[in-house]
């Protein structure tokens, strides 16, 4: 085997970065959020204000984190009932 074979270098390699660049949407789709990502802190919030209330009907006392929650949500497009 001569050295000169060994020292070929493919001028294009596969990587992770170039391989994963054909999944990722382009354009529009790539800025659309998911319903997960967005206002964690008001469904933090709420969620506290649901599991940890002290009183007899904590759907009642958390309405406004509830309120908070879904103007939040609203605003990035998602309606929840």
Known sequence: MSTQALNVVPT???TIANLAS???????ASAKVKP????KDEKAARDECMLFSNGSNPQEECQ???QKYRSCMKGFGFDIN
């Open 64 to 66: 406004g984190m509830v």
């Open 22 to 28: 054909d999944l990722k949407p382009s354009g529009s």
């Open 36 to 39: 997960c990502c967005v206002c």
């Open 12 to 14: 294009v390699s596969p």
